[in-house]
């Protein structure tokens, strides 16, 4: 059982900065970060293939926030930029423990391992 654990999270105001890192203890194949705001579903923000090959963003993100990974480190991290209020959310790192087709990034179901979540609060 691999296990993820986040950091990174925080208070900030619109316009500015976070880093998000996402540690797993064993071997993963796609990671992402997922963020959900109250009352709402959980929804995929960026996922990155194993070989960095592959990324995607959501469209309310592009341009503004980086996925990238470190496989020597089993890690994953999230640069947010020119954050904005609607920005606010529980984030959480997801993963996959193995490769294949036919397990769509933007599904919860498709992750095998989930951190616990990181808050992001973005203040006007």
């Known amino acids: 059982q691999v296990q993820l654990v986040e950091s990174g999270g925080g208070l900030v105001q619109a316009g500015d900065s976070l880093r998000l890192s996402c540690t797993a203890s064993g071997r993963t194949y796609v990671m992402a970060w997922f963020r959900q705001a109250p009352g709402k579903e959980r929804d995929l923000v960026a996922a990155i293939s194993q070989s960095d090959t592959n990324i995607f963003y959501a469209e309310p993100v592009k341009g503004r926030f980086t996925i990238s990974r470190d496989n020597a480190k089993n890690s994953a991290i999230l640069q947010m930029r020119s954050l904005k209020p609607e920005d606010t959310a529980v984030y959480y790192c997801?993963?996959?423990?193995?490769?294949?087709?036919?397990?769509?990034?933007?599904?919860?179901?498709?992750?095998?391992?989930w951190g616990q979540g990181t808050q992001v609060t973005v203040s006007s």
């Open positions: 997801a993963a996959r423990g193995s490769a294949g087709v036919g397990y769509p990034w933007y599904r919860v179901p498709s992750y095998d391992y």
